[in-house]
């Protein structure tokens, strides 16, 4: 719970802190290097657990790890002046409130919902996939979250190129490439999978806030925290309906004969296959906001 509610504040203040102190493409470039180091941070992370697990150090001493960067932080932070909101209304409750009724938030609510369960929800048979095609589970977790890392590195020059909406619908689309050979494939394709999962989930949590922080600007902090927690929320509350699948897929392999890890990756890439619906109507959502946004940018290229 404790970890929870640090990473909640971590999200809560950094993410508008980051929106406010920078502009346009800027600001997409820092959100996206901010969120580079959540899976950046577990891709060396899981390097050094298993280092340390091999020398034979306890996991109650490798989390006292996590010290070392709190106080790296908190030295960083100290006497830091914090930026002010860019938009006036922003910095208001009565202001935020009014731009999160509009239709626009309400779609990247729902958006969000989405993306966050198509990224956290396959990771739990993910890493079963690839262990079966001989890697071991913490160089998995530094495969997936190096890349989304690397990944993440360059979501500046990625917006510059093909604009938030864009990467959106390209992140959905080489999501769902990724799910589809994970539900189809083991062996040595599982990793090319990994690679097209990891880049397809990369972009979607720092791009999503982006997007907001930049078209609903009166949002303000309220709302990218609205943002963040509904992308939690919505993954936690959606793990009992993934539950349902996993145990109807565990009876049918079951029922064919299946035990063991067999039993549970042929069920994996069933619920996998399942989960493919997610990314699908995200393909649908931001191809319908990639062509809103267009629009809408080519109407006040013509008025200006």
């Given at each position: 719970m404790l970890i929870g509610l640090g990473n909640g504040c971590t999200e809560a203040a950094c993410n508008p802190m980051i929106a406010d102190a920078y502009q346009g493409t800027r600001m997409s470039k820092m959100l996206n290097r901010f969120h580079m180091w959540f899976p950046g941070g577990i891709a060396i992370g899981s390097l050094l657990s298993g280092l340390m697990t091999n020398m034979g150090i306890l996991g109650q001493s490798q989390v006292w790890l996590l010290l070392i960067p709190a106080v790296i932080y908190a030295f960083l932070f100290f006497g830091?002046?914090?930026?002010?909101?860019?938009?006036?209304?922003a910095a208001t409750l009565s202001g935020n409130l009014k731009a999160m009724l509009t239709p626009l938030f309400i779609f990247m609510?729902?958006?969000?919902?989405?993306?966050?369960?198509t990224e956290f929800s396959p990771n739990q048979w993910v890493g079963l996939i690839l262990?079966?095609?001989?890697?071991?589970?913490?160089?998995?977790?530094?495969?997936?979250?190096?890349?989304?890392?690397?990944?993440?590195?360059f979501g500046g020059d990625m917006?510059?190129?093909?604009d938030q909406t864009g990467v959106l619908l390209g992140s959905a689309v080489l999501a769902t490439i990724g799910l589809y050979l994970f539900s189809s494939q083991t062996g040595t394709m599982a990793y090319v999978a990994a690679i097209f999962f990891a880049l397809g989930i990369a972009y979607f949590s720092p791009n999503m806030l982006g997007f907001v922080a930049?078209?609903?600007?009166?949002?303000?902090?309220?709302?990218?925290?609205?943002?963040?927690?509904?992308?939690?929320f919505s993954s936690?509350?959606?793990q009992p309906i993934i539950g349902g699948?996993?145990?109807?897929?565990?009876?049918?392999?079951?029922e064919q004969g299946l035990m063991g890890d067999e039993l549970e990756m042929v069920a994996g890439q069933a619920t996998i296959g399942t989960m493919m619906m997610f990314p699908i109507i995200?393909?649908?959502?931001?191809?319908?906001?990639?062509?809103?946004?267009?629009?809408k940018k080519s109407k006040e290229v013509a008025t200006a």
């Amino acid at each position: 719970m404790l970890i929870g509610l640090g990473n909640g504040c971590t999200e809560a203040a950094c993410n508008p802190m980051i929106a406010d102190a920078y502009q346009g493409t800027r600001m997409s470039k820092m959100l996206n290097r901010f969120h580079m180091w959540f899976p950046g941070g577990i891709a060396i992370g899981s390097l050094l657990s298993g280092l340390m697990t091999n020398m034979g150090i306890l996991g109650q001493s490798q989390v006292w790890l996590l010290l070392i960067p709190a106080v790296i932080y908190a030295f960083l932070f100290f006497g830091q002046d914090w930026p002010k909101a860019k938009v006036e209304e922003a910095a208001t409750l009565s202001g935020n409130l009014k731009a999160m009724l509009t239709p626009l938030f309400i779609f990247m609510i729902i958006c969000m919902a989405l993306t966050a369960i198509t990224e956290f929800s396959p990771n739990q048979w993910v890493g079963l996939i690839l262990a079966k095609s001989g890697a071991h589970p913490m160089l998995i977790l530094a495969l997936t979250s190096g890349l989304m890392a690397i990944a993440r590195y360059f979501g500046g020059d990625m917006v510059k190129q093909f604009d938030q909406t864009g990467v959106l619908l390209g992140s959905a689309v080489l999501a769902t490439i990724g799910l589809y050979l994970f539900s189809s494939q083991t062996g040595t394709m599982a990793y090319v999978a990994a690679i097209f999962f990891a880049l397809g989930i990369a972009y979607f949590s720092p791009n999503m806030l982006g997007f907001v922080a930049d078209k609903i600007p009166k949002s303000g902090a309220l709302g990218l925290s609205i943002v963040g927690a509904v992308g939690m929320f919505s993954s936690s509350i959606f793990q009992p309906i993934i539950g349902g699948w996993i145990d109807a897929d565990q009876k049918m392999a079951a029922e064919q004969g299946l035990m063991g890890d067999e039993l549970e990756m042929v069920a994996g890439q069933a619920t996998i296959g399942t989960m493919m619906m997610f990314p699908i109507i995200l393909i649908v959502l931001f191809t319908l906001l990639y062509f809103r946004m267009k629009g809408k940018k080519s109407k006040e290229v013509a008025t200006a």
